[in-house]
């Protein structure tokens, strides 16, 4: 394998969490008095820290009303909504095929907050899956590349030996603004021809065809 260090995003790429993001927000801006938000309008924000998403999501809030946005989708994901957020197809049986190797590192970046990964980690067992991982409230949103700047210092490893594997052209923009090679995912937010456009060194249509292309 070429690669040293394989990072991944999360929620919509190892996790099937979109239906519960979207109801969540979607409730939340309604508690808010901002009204209806379209799903698809949710959809795109999907990968970048919540601050980030709710001013592209909701131009011009006002700042009062995007912090009572805030606090209610997170009552709604932790609390109140109940939707199930399985690991796509394929992710468990796959990442432990990547830790039996012991020269690659595993680690993941995100537009979730600390608390909200953790929590994931817990709930799915996956803590030790990891090496490294970096959100979006210890660093930088994405497309900002700070927290794959910040991975890569963590463990030693050039940005030339990762791999960036995401479903949004947040992440694939990330890793391009490093040099950083990225695999595209179709199976989560963004379109393929959205993703196509940052040039990604191979797209799958499902986990386990990324999986078995790193080891071929």
């Not at 519960?20 to 409730?27: D, G, H, N, P, S």
């Not at 700042?63 to 957020?85: C, G, I, T």
């Not at 990891?130 to 700047?149: G, I, N, V, W, Y």
């Not at 989560?188 to 065809?209: I, K, N, Y």
């Amino acid at each position: 394998m070429r690669y040293r260090l394989v990072i991944f995003d999360w929620d919509g790429t190892l996790m099937d969490s979109e239906a519960r993001i979207v109801a969540c927000m979607q409730a939340a801006a309604q508690d808010v008095g901002w009204g209806a938000l379209g799903a698809e309008r949710v959809r795109d924000i999907i990968g970048l820290g919540l601050p980030e998403a709710i001013e592209r999501m909701c131009p011009g809030m006002p700042e009062d009303q995007a912090e009572a946005l805030r606090v209610r989708y997170s009552h709604h994901f932790v609390n109140a909504d109940q939707m199930p957020m399985p690991f796509f197809e394929g992710v468990e049986a796959g990442i432990l095929r990547l830790r039996d190797d012991q020269d690659i590192r595993l680690a993941v970046a995100t537009g979730k907050s600390r608390r909200g990964l953790d929590r994931a980690f817990e709930s799915t067992g996956s803590t030790d899956w990891f090496h490294a991982s970096r959100t979006a409230d210890e660093t930088l949103s994405k497309p900002h590349p700070q927290m794959l700047e910040e991975l890569l210092s963590e463990t030693g490893i050039e940005a030339k030996e990762a791999l960036m594997v995401g479903d949004t052209e947040y992440d694939m923009e990330m890793a391009r603004a490093l040099g950083m090679d990225r695999l595209a995912v179709t199976y989560g937010v963004h379109t393929p021809e959205r993703l196509a456009r940052s040039q990604p060194v191979f797209t799958a249509s499902a986990f386990p065809e990324l999986i078995d292309w790193l080891h071929d």
